[in-house]
């Protein structure tokens, strides 16, 4: 069965140094997500990609953040220059034109500023 | 998105059916209702969707009530693996995003 693939599964990483999460989406999928999960707390959205562009985005998708879709595999998430409070674990999803609810998500990037 | 309402936890014996429920009194007649789960700190995982009718797969029911002001998952045989939290949403019809609850925490004991 296809799966939403991430890589790294733990990242650790200096205050301000610039990171990159990669997600291999279900290969037939054009809908793209990244959200976030700090620890204890509530799945977060951060932001949605298609047609190789944001579609939509939340207030912690700030300019210190970036999505690209460099090849016809990968999708990717760049913080610029992270925060302390940037840890958490990050999780990329994918869907295709069906109800775009149906979201699969891939098993995550815990991501640690120190 | 709209608002949904979970008990915060249940408990189930396993091999028993588990019966979640969620309110969602103020879904729009376009809106979709989704419930995923989220094993310890796994990815959420999408279980099924419906938007009038009963919906069942292999690892789920769905029962939305006429109103549609609420429905309820069915886990028909629950095992020790079930233990999860279950999230229910209803997402607006113009929008991809899924905005997670705090779900019900549902323990599976032998």
């Known amino acids: 069965e296809p799966e939403v693939t991430q890589t790294p599964s733990h990242q650790v990483t200096q205050m301000g140094q610039e990171v990159i999460l990669r997600c291999v989406p279900i290969s037939n999928h054009l809908y793209f997500y990244w959200y976030r999960q700090i620890l204890g707390q509530k799945v977060e959205f951060l932001v949605s990609f298609y047609n190789n562009e944001i579609s939509e985005k939340s207030e912690i998708f700030d300019d210190q953040f970036s999505v690209e879709r460099p090849d016809g595999s990968n999708f990717t998430l760049k913080i610029r220059s992270t925060k302390l409070e940037d840890s958490a674990m990050y999780f990329c999803?994918?869907?295709?034109?069906?109800?775009?609810?149906?979201?699969?998500f891939g098993p995550g990037t815990r991501l640690l500023v120190l | 998105d709209a608002k949904t309402t979970q008990p915060p936890s249940m408990d189930c014996a396993e091999g028993r059916a588990a019966n979640l429920p969620c309110n969602h009194s103020?879904?729009?007649?376009?809106?979709?209702v989704y419930w995923y789960r989220q094993i310890h700190s796994q990815g959420p995982q999408y279980i099924i969707h419906?938007?009038?009718n009963n919906e069942t797969n292999e690892m789920a029911s769905l029962i939305i009530t006429e109103d549609r002001k609420s429905s309820t998952l069915i886990l028909p045989h629950a095992t020790l693996r079930d233990t999860a939290v279950y999230y229910c949403i209803a997402p607006s019809y113009n929008t991809d995003k899924l905005i997670f609850g705090t779900g019900t925490r549902l323990q599976v004991f032998p």
């Open positions: 999803a994918s869907t295709g034109l069906a109800t775009r609810g149906t979201q699969y």
């Open positions: 419906g938007l009038k």
């Open positions: 103020t879904i729009s007649g376009n809106e979709y």
